[in-house]
């Protein structure tokens, strides 16, 4: 190689240089194999029919999931290029929440479509301005296929939760997690604010026991732990005064490391005394507003609270919840509508929270508090998770998670869109006949990049075990002849009108999955080499 790349220089300088461009046709060649391998991995998990994935960690944990970001996530992934994918379907899971293997089988196709116009000799930028003028004008096609949507309409929201959750190993509960994923977002709508969802205000338990079925929406507040039985304290109060203390009911200790040396027995009486003095003033000073719920965030300085100022609160018909954690603290006070209170000497009435009943539930194999009637309510609620084993119960939630923002994704953007590989193969065939209308290389580019868009129908029927080649092509002849919703019906294993089939996505998951995929690829593509720093 070295004896091609110093060819002899003519003694005219007109003569052409040799330049040798092998090495980064390698490393684009290797890149765009390593990112398709990892396409190729995720690939017969898309779809309704599609498979799950058992990963097995070296720690000996198990996770079956069909989830194209959890599978990518938990992937060791070496390869800097590969590892450009997983976040495409992290970024893909932030944007929209659902479409996370879709968007990884997108860009797997424009990759497999790339190599093959880098290997005839295309230039790489030219392919890539291609698919960046591709990936506008797509969006631009699904803008015209989106069906606007009204929020009050309940039924269609609940629909494209359904065929959210359908790919999921828990699809066959989808007729209760569908409607409780709705209600649950609509419940923390904003009306100042109605077209910004957060998440963090849905609250998801995963309780051990029962099934799937047993799955709950909780106007309220559940906190996965027991009550403080230790000295025979109240497990159930009514009409709860709830307090919400970051400060620790326990005696003090000095700033310093030091001990304290007693040499006689009055001195120690005199601790003793003093350390019940001490908590006693504290239990009547939260007597004293009325407050009969404590809720106890967890301390890491010194015990949050003794068996001694259990007892005393215990005495005073105090119902105590304690290590409760740093991060859930904004949670619960917005829930409560109260205020987190950090020192004893701020206690005062007008920071607690009001609810008709607090008590402690037995579910399965443990206890549960419950919380309910809360009085001035924040905007927030409780999704209780039940499954029968660890597995389902994760892949649950993860299910939840992405019904959840289906529906978010619809409160952004309300416009609905056919499901089934419908818009797909509309975009295919609108943007092929767009690449006839242009010249040159980008005309050619185009009409590559158009087909690769395929790739979406054609795993869907072939991994529901259907002639693929047979379903993709009748299902070109349908659009052609003008019937834009039609897609595949994966359980009729025929093409059907998907929008009588209720199989709808939001417009924001197809819009943010092409536009993620194309910039992805794009990127893949401006690399020439890989310097490897020390």
Known sequence: MAAAAAVPRASSSK???????????????????????????????????GMDKMIASANGEVIITNDGATILNKMEVIQPAAKMLVDLSRSQDAAAGDGTTTVVVLAGSLLKRSLSLLSAGVHPTAVSDALHRLSIRAVDVLHGMAIPLDL???????????????????????????????????????????????????KIVKKLGGTVDDTELIKGLVFDKKVSHSAGGPTRVENAKIAVIQFQISPPKTDIEQSIVVSDYTQMDRILREERNYILGMVKKIKATGCNVLLIQKSILRDAVTDLSLHYLAKAKILVVKDVERDEIEFITKTLNCLPIANIEHFREDKLGFASCVEEVSIGDGKIVKITGIKDMGRTTTVLVRGSNQLVLDEAERSLHDALCVVRCLVNKKF?????????????????????????????????????????????????????????????????????????????????????????????????????AAECVRMILKIDDIVTVR
Request: hydrophobic content about 45%; some cysteine; overall charge negative.
């Open 416 to 516: 609905l869109i056919a499901g089934g590989g419908a818009p797909e193969i509309e975009m295919s065939r609108q943007l092929g006949a767009w690449a006839k209308e242009l010249q040159g290389m980008e005309s050619y580019c185009i009409k590559e990049f158009a087909e690769a868009l395929e790739v979406v129908p054609y795993t869907l029927a072939e991994n529901a075990g259907l002639n693929s080649i047979a379903i993709v092509t009748e299902l070109r002849n349908r659009h052609a002849q003008g019937e834009i919703n039609a897609g595949i019906n994966v359980r009729k294993g025929q093409i059907t009108n998907i929008l009588e089939e209720n199989i709808v996505q939001p417009l924001l998951v197809s819009t943010s999955a092409i536009t993620l």
């Open 15 to 49: 003569t052409e240089s040799y330049v040798d461009t092998k090495r980064r046709d390698d490393v684009r060649q290797a890149n765009i194999i390593a990112a398709r391998a990892v396409a190729d991995a995720v690939r017969t998990s898309l779809g309704p029919k």
């Open 152 to 202: 009050s309409n309940r039924d269609a929201l609940v629909k494209s939760a359904a065929t959210s959750l359908n790919s999921k190993v828990v699809s066959q509960y989808s007729s209760l997690l569908a409607p409780l994923a709705v209600d649950a977002v609509l419940s923390v709508v904003d009306p100042a604010q109605p077209d910004i969802v957060d998440l963090r205000d849905v």
